[in-house]
């Protein structure tokens, strides 16, 4: 399937050349180096197989006391500030005068994946969420802002960013599955996905 039909939703496939998928993803190690990936524990106690961390006033955690966004990594040291790089993409979908406060870094390794859910832990749903995704191709799926009625999957690559805006702001999504080692941009493969918010 091309593309997701749900108003507000938005596929800008390969949005971002070669060049600048290597660039981005030179910036996201820097930001690795500065606030480590980490495996969270969701409030039910289930590990994520998705690893995460975060730039920005905020990241968005998990563990046993719940889903939340924290202005600091649990390391205890303040997320470093979203790259200049990454907001540019923000400022050119979006033409927000707004800047996101969170960017999310999500890194699939073999096997990982995310169930549906909804982007919901934001105070106000008036603003975009803006997702950029690198390295191996991820399996997408989207439904409707209501639990559990009809999904779509699309694959998405490496320099695809996807806008979630208007109705879709809210409707569930998730990454089924990656095709690990699909694409050469990681060395050792994987999937890199960085999710820019507007949290307060
Ligand atoms: C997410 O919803 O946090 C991640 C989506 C993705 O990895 O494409
Ligand atoms: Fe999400």
């Known amino acids: 399937m091309a593309h997701l039909r749900v108003a507000g939703f938005d596929v800008h496939k390969s949005y971002l050349d070669l060049a600048a998928q290597k660039s981005l993803l030179d910036v996201v190690r ?18 994520m197989s998705v690893r995460m961390t975060a730039a920005g006033r905020y990241g968005w955690i998990t563990d046993q006391q719940g889903y939340r966004y924290d ?10 500030e979203i790259p200049e790089d990454i907001l540019r993409i923000w400022n050119e ?3 927000y005068d707004r800047e996101p406060d969170c960017c999310l870094i999500n890194f ?11 982007d919901k832990d934001e105070k106000s749903f008036d603003w975009p969420v803006v997702s950029v ?3 191996d191709e991820g399996l997408f799926r989207m439904g409707g802002v209501a ?7 699309i694959w998405v690559q490496s320099g695809d960013v996807v806008v979630m805006d208007g109705a879709a702001r809210l ?6 599955r990656i095709r690990f080692g699909s694409s050469t941009l990681l060395p050792k493969g994987g999937r890199i996905n960085l999710t820019l918010r507007v949290v307060s």
Do not use: F
């Open 71 to 80: 202005p600091m990594h649990p390391n205890g040291t303040p997320w470093p």
């Open 171 to 176: 409707a569930h999504h998730g990454v089924d």
């Open 30 to 47: 820097g930001l690795v180096t500065k606030a480590p990936l980490m495996a969270l524990t969701t409030p039910g106690g289930k590990k």
């Open 93 to 95: 979908l979006t033409g």
């Open 108 to 118: 699939y390794g073999e096997g990982a994946r995310m169930g549906l859910h909804q």
């Open 133 to 135: 995704s690198l390295g």
């Open 147 to 153: 639990r559990g009625g009809k999904t779509q999957s």
